[in-house]
């Protein structure tokens, strides 16, 4: 038996060229494609290029698709390379039956009827009837020439044309409710014609097969657009308009640019943007999002500049975030507010649509903004956008990739932290427990070392501290992220925070040895020495937590005195409104470490220190 044509595409599209070739052929990126050396001749430059669908030696001429590929370089036959990618790809070869050879036969004559609808709805256009939809399409600022190219068309404004005319090829009326044309009536009726009084625009496979329709209505008549209903040919939910033109300009080196409808394709491909595609009325599926990464590596998803756009780009996202990996991924375009790409290029040109496409963001970039819109600046507003963010970057299943994603979402939501004004009741001072003010301890009477020495040996401090007491790390987590510190320091930092949100239990020998095998080992070497000067005591391992938090914020306060005052009022604030032990704690320590910088000391080691010089 024949293999069906639409079970091939199937198992083409759901099997990856490079990963297949790969597993014979050392490959290496270039731009969108891969390359190599041929495994069918011996060469010692590359020539064997892969792509998304195929692949070409320029060296013998060998070339293929993967089922080809299998065939060749494993000795198969044609239906036992099938058999193995399909099993690989999770799908079952058809069998060999009567009620298979009649589906494929019916798939085969709905293609005709596709083609025959599409060719009398180009005819239609051009008539005398046609007249008002052609002159539609022209007032939109297409040429004719766009016109050819997209088959647009229209329907006839009455029902029962398309039967008559397609009857004449012998289609009958069952034929054309099951092509998705016509449909059924719920009172008993007649089938009538899905599509009258409208624009056609043909919706065709990543081969160029029309597979169904979807028709602009002229007038004020409701629903605007209508698609074509799921059928043998059509799966709504896979396909993208443009599919097919954009497959070949993405092999030119287009950008593959996802927008929101069929208007903005024709007009950006007009425009010479031929990468352009869309979904058809609904947002993008899992299942497209798997096409345009076919396509490209990072395709561009750009949406309108309205809410409902914006809302949209987040479901995206969100969608797209757990099929992220180093190798495939997203950048966000956004448009200017009210516009969307048709009218965009209509205003500006090409050169105003690149400016938008050289904007767009990658997507940790563009998450944050689209997740961060509206959230006010309550500690309970932004501890959710934190839990969301978190999330969101938990959900990427490529662990070192969800990592970085992470960071880089804590980063944006750390910089946009708002400075918090000073309230009346940040003079904290502490008091026994009868009452009487508590004295702060003594603070660093060691002078401090010349000005380019102390940067680096504040931070290194701060490091230190964290190194023997990474149990502090939550509590100072955003101070620390934000601090402008030298670049050993800062690699060490961002380690030893990643460290602290993927454990459960925050170590010192721990996390030491987490960074050791990081390939930190110098760097925890540097940190934890007694040169150029020696540690405090609150960065000893024997120091008391409280000796240690105080001893953090101190050297935090030497760095940025005014970060330090606004997190001493967020304290009195949270104090003051929970009076629990854990808010208590910090407010002292933070209180602690201002006064001790009030007063001038500005040395390393006043807190039980250390009496070397």
């Given amino acids: 038996m024949r293999l069906p044509d639409g079970f091939l595409d199937e198992l083409r599209a759901r099997t990856p060229l490079a990963a297949v070739i790969g597993r014979r052929v050392k490959l290496s990126r270039s731009g969108r494609n891969w390359k190599g050396c041929c495994p069918f001749h011996n060469e010692k430059s590359p020539s064997f290029y892969v792509y998304e669908d195929g692949y070409h030696c320029f060296g013998c001429g060998e070339h293929g698709d993967a089922v080809g590929f299998v065939m060749k370089s494993q000795g198969l036959q044609f239906r036992e390379a099938v058999e193995l990618l399909s099993g690989e790809a999770g799908m079952d ?52 020439q766009t016109i050819t190219r997209f088959g647009l068309g229209w329907s006839g404004e009455g029902r029962g044309l398309l039967a008559a005319e397609l009857a004449t090829q012998r289609v009958d009326v069952a034929t054309l409710v099951e092509a998705g044309l016509m449909r059924e009536s719920d009172d008993g009726r007649a089938p009538y014609d899905l599509f009258f009084n409208r624009v056609m625009f043909p919706i065709r496979d990543r081969r160029g097969r029309v597979i169904s329709f979807g028709g602009r209505i002229l007038g004020d008549g409701q629903p605007k657009y209508v698609n074509g209903p799921e059928s ?61 990464w076919r396509l490209s590596p990072v395709p561009i998803l750009c949406f309108d500049g309205d809410a409902a756009g914006q809302r949209a780009a987040l479901r995206v996202a969100e969608l797209a975030m757990p099929q992220l990996t180093p190798e495939r991924s997203l950048r966000l375009a956004r448009l200017p507010p009210g516009e969307d790409p048709d009218t965009l290029v209509k205003a500006k040109g090409q050169a105003g649509f690149q400016a938008v496409l050289d904007a767009a963001a990658p997507i940790s970039t563009a998450l944050y903004g689209l997740m961060a819109e509206g959230v006010g600046t309550t500690p309970e507003a932004r501890a959710g956008l934190r839990t969301r963010l978190e999330g969101a970057a938990n959900s990427v299943e490529d662990k070192p990739l969800s990592s970085e994603i992470r960071r880089a979402l804590l980063d ?173 704690r910090r407010l002292i320590a933070l209180c602690s470490a201002r006064d001790a910088l009030r007063g001038g000391r500005t040395g390393w080691d006043e807190i039980g220190g250390d009496d070397q010089p």
Avoid at 111 to 121: D, F, R
Avoid at 239 to 251: I, P, S, V
């Fill in 232 to 292: 043998p040919l059509f799966s709504k939910r896979r396909t993208l308009y443009g599919l097919d033109l954009a497959r070949e300009a993405a092999r030119q080196g287009a950008a593959i640019v996802a927008v929101e409808g069929y208007m903005d394709v024709i007009a950006l491909h007009q425009a010479g943007f031929a990468g352009a595609v869309a979904p058809l009325g609904t947002a993008l599926t899992e299942d497209q999002l798997a096409e345009l």
């Fill in 412 to 584: 944006q939501f750390y910089a946009s932290r708002p400075q918090t004004p000073r309230p009346a009741n940040a003079n904290f001072q502490r008091r026994d427990r009868f009452g009487a003010p508590i004295k702060p301890p003594p603070a660093f009477i060691r002078p401090t070392p010349g000005a380019a020495l102390a940067t680096g040996e504040r931070g290194r401090m701060l490091v230190a501290i964290l190194l023997r007491h990474p149990h502090l790390l939550p509590e100072v987590e955003e101070a620390f992220a934000n601090l402008d510190l030298p670049g050993d320091w800062a690699e060490l930092r961002s380690a030893m925070l990643h460290f602290s949100a993927s454990s459960e239990v925050l170590d010192s020998q721990a996390l030491i040895t987490h960074l050791q095998h990081s390939g930190l080992a110098t760097q925890v070497g540097q940190a934890l020495s007694a040169v150029p000067v020696p540690l405090p005591a609150c960065a000893a391992e024997a120091a008391m937590p409280a000796e240690a938090a105080t001893g953090w914020w101190h050297f935090f306060g030497l760095m940025n005195p005014g970060r330090l005052e606004a997190e001493v009022a967020q304290a009195s604030e949270a104090f003051a409104n929970n009076a629990d032990a854990a808010s208590q």
């Fill in 93 to 144: 070869v058809p069998k060999a039956s009567p009620a298979a050879a009649e589906a494929e036969q019916q798939r085969e004559g709905l293609q005709g009827v596709m083609e025959a609808a599409a060719s009398l709805y180009q005819r239609l256009l051009h008539t005398q009837s046609g007249a008002r939809g052609l002159d539609y399409l022209l007032g939109r600022g297409l040429s004719r």
